[in-house]
């Protein structure tokens, strides 16, 4: 780690690096994230239309491909250790004018999978977006947070403000 | 198009599927997106020590993967064209307590960049929050959103609130 | 093409290679494959069960799978061209005791597309072989075959028996 | 797992899910799978002709491309868990009119291999009909089928009617 | 371009960036080049024991990787375009105590192949390495370099010590 | 491995196949690989110029790509076997006229990562070559050689004329 900056991907130079784990010892690891995507009152009016298989198929489309992503995290992020995921679970809820896509991702390993969680919340929000751009290209992302983590020498995190973004 | 939904990545029943755009011919396309990480007073502050050597080595980290993630949204997004691409240009800054990713998109194609801009966007906002969760987890990505977009039969679109989200 | 043996994937002295197609002309292509996968009568009355829940999410993971398979045939099979597609179709259907899936894909482009479709249906196949695999390991996929193609300098082919997969 | 449905991959509202294996022990698992192209009797002489050479290429290619499809099992079926394999081994043989490619992958890990061989096996398949599609399009793949696999909590499974599809 | 520096890949501020090939009209290219494999004279006498099937089956698997390899270029190379490519020709061979890959790319594009073809034949070169390594890991690769390349606005260029590599 | 060969790569019949380590217990592995890039005289000089910022950008560049390369060297390499790695770490630097990409990788694991370390030395001087090419297409890359291994039942090895290439 750069001593200096606390920044644990930057080294000595301040150059991007990925944390040598190979001194961990595998432990289990917990991580949530939630993403939104507000789509507004037309779009959700929409998407609760026709007996729910619009808002049934553009998640679960999103869904899927949120679990897809969380398995590719170590391609896309530059810096991330390649992992095996013992589960990814995925939910997604229209909840007013918004959808909300939350992650849980697990496994043993020597790092955690908080990036797992975000990349996959972030790529079923993206989908979201995909899905229903035809009737609306100004939709926006948003927050997309980490709700927790467990496991590993930082131990166990939970965002104080969860409920706030739901509000 | 599903005529009664209005979403084009709805077929007759509802069930998601992929636009055919055999239809159509290729055309100059473009598609600019943001991204915004607020990372929060004490991490901005860290990213301008040291000379700026911090922020620029993340900034070019989330620059460099945003590039790659466009070239990829096609394996990420279920619904999306897999495109060959003229141009990706990303551009990052710290703003405040914020990081800024920007990208703009041009191909020449049948369908539109939308998704490979926001893709990246959101793939460089990823990479901005591995490169300093070490520092903060609870840092937050949001909005991610199109900025504007031009070409093909729904012509041009500009987002109007554009300058908001830096405010 | 190795004028002896009349394979076109095969080189003046038997070895594999990519058939050359820089001196074609790009033209409308089309191709429809189908795989069928025997699940046998316990798992088909599951999967009408339940209101017909379980049968559709099972489908629409395959259907979903199949669409993102096609978009990655290039990097498969080894000695298929990279190809940018206009389409790709997939439905999915439990008919008595076998899933049958159905692709079709279309594109602009120098090489016909009839391994984007077998590739894309097999791919579904094989999903919904995951998706049920823990109420009977004996599930048999297959067949999985050409339905037609049109288009390039072959022109079209239909199957002739094509019902009796069904039969 | 949904109690009611008894399909692992759904959850209790039916939807689909990765299996979670995090309380799992990693033990050694073994599958084995094959897929069968039929060629039809004008190919196999073709395939047969020239010494074999032909014949040699068309499989080897084969069996290259069963085993990097293997590694990338988790990349195509949505609800795979991502692996690190201990071995894939992989043979092709030509009997009467019909390739055969017989796929064995072994892991170390929390989940079985069955979907690792099965793809692998596919893909190979895919891989000889893309070999010798020049010839003749109405070439059909099937079955694809698993043959036996051991280890974790299901314990051993063969299938029972092994020889049928060579007779 | 950045104009003071004549770097086509770095900006005006000398950041990397994709070039901009928006404005470009697509002709066809192509581009050879070569990578060599110095196995030394123990392993160069091994592979041409057992009557060249050693030899034979690491050249194979080297020219399968190669073409698999140029198709994936824009996945590796950070600022390389994704490109649909018209062909891909490897050839391998064993001259003296060293392997030789070439490799001829071509497509009708924006920008050139000289990428595709220093790709596919790097990783041919790591192919033969790999499946020589458990007998000499003192085994180097290089040189791996351009031979030609045509099209596009820079035209014709050819490489005047072509055959040095060899003596 | 085929006794009489000593290839590992190769079988009994001299065909090529993953190694089967599920006999071997993991244990802590590193390599170490370098790659050098011959830009000349003039590129070295422009390289230098700017205040270093195109050299800085072009090694930053370099060292991200080598990264991610290392990661997907299972995808690569056909018979690689797909592994979770603890640490990449690259360096880049300009020597005179050459550009020296050097890469260290480690995991604990059942197989070396040789071939991580050279697959990430290999991407990072392509990507050296990519970017400096519009400056001069004769760039050469080579060596790229492993400079030392440890771990698992051969043991230490290291690189006797390790500074050569430098000379």
Same mark, same amino acid.
């Given at each position: 780690?750069? &001593?200096?900056?606390?920044?644990?991907?930057?080294?000595?130079?301040?150059?991007?690096? #990925?944390?040598?784990?190979?001194? &961990?010892?595998?432990?289990?690891?917990?991580?949530?994230?939630?993403?939104?995507?507000?789509?507004?009152?037309?779009?959700? &009016?929409?998407?609760?239309?026709?007996?729910?298989?619009?808002?049934?198929?553009?998640?679960?489309?999103?869904?899927?491909?949120?679990?897809?992503?969380?398995?590719?995290?170590?391609?896309?992020?530059? #810096?991330?250790?390649?992992?095996?995921?013992?589960?990814?679970?995925?939910?997604?809820?229209?909840?007013?004018?918004?959808?909300?896509?939350?992650?849980?991702?697990?496994?043993?390993?020597?790092?955690?999978?908080?990036?797992?969680?975000?990349? +996959? +919340?972030?790529?079923?929000?993206?989908?979201?977006?995909? #899905?229903?751009?035809? #009737?609306? &290209?100004?939709?926006?992302?948003?927050?997309?947070?980490?709700?927790?983590?467990?496991?590993?020498?930082?131990?166990?995190?939970?965002?104080?403000?969860?409920?706030?973004? +739901?509000?």
């Amino acid at each position: 780690m750069d &001593k200096q900056s606390g920044f644990s991907h930057l080294g000595d130079a301040g150059e991007a690096r #990925m944390v040598d784990v190979s001194g &961990k010892s595998a432990s289990s690891r917990v991580a949530a994230a939630e993403a939104w995507v507000n789509v507004g009152p037309e779009i959700a &009016k929409k998407l609760r239309e026709t007996g729910g298989v619009a808002k049934g198929n553009v998640i679960e489309t999103a869904r899927l491909a949120a679990v897809m992503a969380a398995k590719r995290t170590g391609e896309l992020i530059p #810096m991330c250790h390649p992992l095996t995921l013992d589960s990814v679970d995925v939910t997604g809820e229209l909840a007013g004018d918004r959808v909300r896509i939350q992650v849980s991702v697990s496994c043993e390993g020597k790092t955690g999978v908080e990036m797992e969680a975000m990349t +996959a +919340a972030s790529v079923g929000a993206l989908t979201v977006y995909d #899905m229903v751009k035809s #009737m609306g &290209k100004g939709v926006e992302i948003g927050p997309v947070r980490l709700l927790s983590k467990s496991g590993g020498k930082s131990g166990t995190w939970q965002r104080e403000d969860k409920h706030d973004a +739901a509000g």
